[in-house]
């Protein structure tokens, strides 16, 4: 046998040994007659995401236009166009020409506020705590800051514009908890029940039983149970060292320890406690001393 037909049994045996040794390592693929069927992305691929996506258009107000004008034009109701831009609006019935408005067409921007939660987002605008992490990709996230901007998919209420309506249309510190008729103001009076002096530190206002009962001014709840003379009731902390007190309720809707927006519902008017009459009683203090509340709630 000459030298290149030695070589050339050579490498055929070596080809030989690593087809085995390759058959032992994969049988799979030797024993069937095609591939199994796979796939999937590679690194190259297009993501594909499931998350919802706000649906988001920045426009500047001309002169003359009304909230009510651009929300027809974008497709959006007024409720969700004041939700997304509470911090850019001062008064809803006079636009300022050269503001920007963020227009969501499948839900609502939230701006998170101090001392808020995930779980307190998601019972103010009613949707699922899952839908807002999954909408905003904050799955493992420990903690939400004050000022973060959220996506609340498919929301289209927002309390934001009952706030500037029960504040008359423009932004107040405090607004109404309830309108109706004004029964008894701050001060001092004779007590509707005791008949003795007494000093009233708060206002009542005569509404029908289970009424909704909005809160003036966002901030936690502090308590929310019953009391001998205020029935069922509510006490929400505030900044600045104010509370709001809200009394004689037929229903309490918020816990201790929620935050609420203002213009929130978090509870229905009633006649429990010592009360004369279906009404809300109604307190602002600040750092404990009972103020008038007609002297600071808008006209």
């Not at 999954?134 to 973060?148: D, V």
Request: charged fraction near 15%; include cysteine.
């Amino acid at each position: 046998m000459n030298r290149s037909v030695k070589i050339v049994a050579i490498l055929g045996g070596l080809g030989v040994l690593l087809w085995a040794w390759w058959a032992h390592q994969s049988p799979l693929l030797l024993r069937s007659q095609s591939f199994h069927a796979q796939g999937g992305p590679t690194l190259d691929d297009e993501v594909l995401s499931l998350v919802p996506a706000p649906d988001l258009v920045e426009y500047e107000v001309q002169p003359g236009e009304t909230l009510e004008q651009i929300a027809a034009r974008f497709g959006v109701s007024v409720e969700a166009l004041v939700g997304s831009n509470v911090s850019a609006l001062d008064d809803l019935h006079a636009l300022e020409p050269g503001i920007v408005l963020k227009i969501v067409r499948n839900g609502i921007l939230h701006s998170v506020k101090r001392g808020q939660t995930l779980t307190d987002i998601a019972r103010t605008y009613g949707v699922a705590l899952s839908e807002i992490v999954r909408a905003n990709r904050l799955e493992g996230r420990e903690y939400i800051y004050p000022g973060e901007e959220f996506f609340i998919p498919g929301a289209a209420r927002s309390p934001a514009w009952t706030y500037f309506q029960m504040a008359g249309g423009k932004k107040s510190f405090f607004a109404w908890p309830v309108r109706g008729v004004l029964s008894s103001g701050f001060g001092p009076r004779i007590h509707p029940i005791s008949g003795e002096p007494d000093f009233h530190e708060g206002i009542d206002i005569e509404v029908p039983e289970g009424t909704d009962v909005y809160a003036a001014c966002a901030g936690k709840v502090l308590a929310a149970g019953r009391h001998s003379g205020y029935g069922l009731y509510i006490v929400l902390q505030h900044s600045n060292g104010y509370r709001t007190l809200y009394g004689h309720l037929s229903e309490i809707g918020v816990y201790r320890g929620q935050f609420v927006e203002g213009g929130q519902v978090i509870g229905r008017s009633g006649n429990t406690g010592n009360s004369t009459g279906p009404h809300l009683h109604f307190e602002i203090l600040q750092y404990g001393r009972p103020l008038n509340p007609l002297a600071l709630l808008p006209p």
